[in-house]
């Protein structure tokens, strides 16, 4: 019985819903002294785990992540929308097929409901300096079917 009772107070603590709250806590990607990258899960269901390894204003073009999270959709396939605003309007909207059935571009495509993702290494990007403002960023990571695997809204605040 002590056992339940305990299970069931962990549920309460790690829930979105539990202890009054209705939203994941908002987490540090990086943090330098002119850049942060604050960021919480929009996924209702499930938070994960993201960071970034240099946190600097002018982007390397090959920029080492972390990335964690334990799967509910098998990700055959995978995609990943990202869209960028500022002052609530949108700047850039981006879409990148991240695992394809015929072409694997990273060990964990292929990967099962219920398994665990964890990725740490780099992602390539074109390397920029990143103007001085703040930036909301919505990034969506989804199955074939749109069916969410994780979600995040982020805040990039550059002086």
Partial sequence: MKGVTA???VWTLISPHGGGSHAWPTHTACRDG???VLYQSCDPLQDFGFSVEQCSKHL????N???GIILREDIRELFLDVTLLTQGASVLSYSYP???GDL???SFCGRRRGEQIYYAGPVSNPGFDVPEGQYEVL???YTRNHSTVACANATVTCS
Avoid: G
């Fill in 7 to 9: 299970a069931i107070f």
């Fill in 34 to 36: 002119s850049l942060e």
């Fill in 60 to 63: 390397k073009p090959n920029l």
């Fill in 65 to 67: 992540v972390r990335f």
């Fill in 98 to 100: 991240v695992c394809e």
């Fill in 104 to 106: 694997p571009r990273f």
């Fill in 139 to 141: 990034l969506k990571l």
